[in-house]
């Protein structure tokens, strides 16, 4: 069984003596190609009902009842800063496991529209920019060069870091928590 070494946010199997060809999952979201790793993907769901959630961060959009498991969905677009997702004919949501110490997690990402799998050999990867990606650097993991177009590999370990959202909806809750005060004076 190989150890996950992380090296500048991507993790690598230290067993592994080759850089093999990566499979990717590729997707559209708001006009920009996105890619994340297959093994990381469960399955593609159509985009259906959501049940919100009161009080969470706006790139929460709720849960779904996944073959009776409760299953958190993030709006991917709305996480990266921008506006929340407008559902169209193709949007669904793309269920990823997502490591945590010890357990793993499946968590729901709306995307505007899944495209293909793609396989990427590591020498046509670039590392991450240090600037203009419209998304914070720690969230790439690479540059994928597929047909003379970029296509941004998206570190989901980062983006749907279990402990970082935990913090968010902590603040969140917390925050309208306190927030009715006793009016009156």
């Known amino acids: 069984m190989g150890q996950v070494v992380h090296t500048k946010g991507t993790a690598v199997a230290a067993s592994s003596g080759t850089a093999a060809p990566g499979q990717y999952l590729t997707f559209t979201l708001g006009g920009e190609m996105f890619g994340v790793g297959i093994l990381n993907v469960k399955e593609i769901i159509e985009f259906g009902s959501i049940t919100e959630i009161p009080m969470m ?5 709720g849960v779904i009842n996944l073959r009776g498991a409760v299953v958190p969905v993030i709006d991917l677009a709305a996480r990266f ?25 499946d968590i729901g990402v709306i995307v505007d529209a899944v495209s293909e799998v793609l396989e990427i050999p590591g020498s046509e990867i670039e590392p991450p920019p240090s600037f203009g990606a419209r998304i914070r650097a720690e969230f790439i993991q690479g540059m994928g060069k597929v047909a003379g177009k970029f296509v941004i590999l998206l570190d989901i370990a980062r983006v749907l870091s279990v402990e970082e959202i935990a913090m968010l909806t902590g603040v969140e809750s917390a925050a309208g928590e306190v ?5 009156g004076g």
């Open 57 to 61: 961060p706006v790139f929460i959009r």
């Open 81 to 105: 800063g921008g506006k929340v997702t407008e559902v169209g004919r193709r949007t669904c949501i793309v269920i990823i496991e997502v490591p945590d110490e010890e357990t793993r997690h």
């Open 179 to 183: 927030a009715p005060t006793a009016g």
